[in-house]
């Protein structure tokens, strides 16, 4: 039951579509795939996106596709600049999702199908030089499925 809890929570939609008048996805617009306008620079079928709910970013967007990880530059401004990134993936990420804690202060990302989840504190983002979360100090991995968030 609580595997059910939890996976229900996890992927809820918190998806963002650039196109519509709203910040966030909805089931209206289902005949495409969610995007983050400035940050679909990837080959990933999906585009992972998470409202930053307190902390130095609170109130902007983060999102992760390809091999890359981008915040929004100001709340509703709708420009994203790479704050992270995993260079040294051998392929790019099918981003399962990226969640920010209740504070601000840790994100956890999941890679995708088969690829490692990351956890890492919120001050390894840099605009100046992003860092590769595959090697930075501060980050752990898990080897575990996609779908383990919890």
């Known amino acids: 039951m609580i ?6 929570f996890l992927f809820t939609p ?3 579509n650039a196109d519509d008048g709203y910040r966030f996805w909805d ?10 306008e400035g940050s679909a620079f990837g080959p990933s079928y999906f ?5 930053v709910p307190a ?3 609170q109130g902007r967007i983060i999102s992760a596709t390809g091999k ?3 915040l929004e530059t100001a709340v509703g401004s709708g420009i994203y600049v790479e704050v992270a990134n995993v260079d040294t993936l051998s392929e790019e990420m099918d981003p399962s999702f990226i969640r920010v804690s209740p504070d601000g202060s840790r994100i956890a990302l999941g890679l995708g199908w088969q690829k490692d989840l990351l956890v890492f504190p919120a001050a390894l983002l840099n605009t100046g030089t992003s860092p590769d979360l595959l090697t930075a100090a501060g ?3 898990y080897n575990v499925n996609y779908y383990d968030a919890a």
């Open 3 to 8: 595997a059910l809890a939890a996976f229900s």
């Open 14 to 16: 918190h998806m963002i």
């Open 27 to 36: 089931e209206n617009n289902t005949n495409s795939l969610p995007t983050v």
């Open 47 to 51: 585009t992972a996106a998470e409202y």
């Open 55 to 57: 902390g130095p970013y």
């Open 68 to 70: 890359n990880i981008y």
């Open 139 to 141: 980050v752990t991995a």
